[in-house]
């Protein structure tokens, strides 16, 4: 069976680039929080908002690594085709 992948490359590509504009407004957003800390004496960010961006930083990570290479090279298995786990 031939089965294209471009549908699956570009749904890829749309959550690495979604990862990323998440991650990044996470970090403006604790950035924002440190800069109304030291200048005008506010809260600091907080435990959740670093939390959050750790979280969406692993997120962004494991689809820039894992997902988009397997599908940008090709390698990515087939439909029908079984992946054995390794030995």
Do not use: W
């Not at 403006?28 to 030291?38: D, N, S």
């Not at 997120?59 to 029908?80: K, N």
């Amino acid at each position: 069976m031939d089965v294209s992948f471009d549908g699956d490359i570009a749904s890829g590509e749309a959550l690495a680039i979604a990862a990323t504009r998440a991650r990044e407004l996470a970090e403006q957003r604790i950035v924002v929080a440190f800069r109304t800390y030291l200048y005008e004496h506010g809260p600091g960010p907080t435990d959740s908002d670093l939390k959050i961006f750790a979280k969406l930083a692993v997120v962004e990570h494991a689809l820039q690594r894992d997902c988009l290479p397997c599908f940008m090279s090709g390698s990515a298995p087939s439909l029908g085709t079984k992946v054995l786990p390794a030995a």
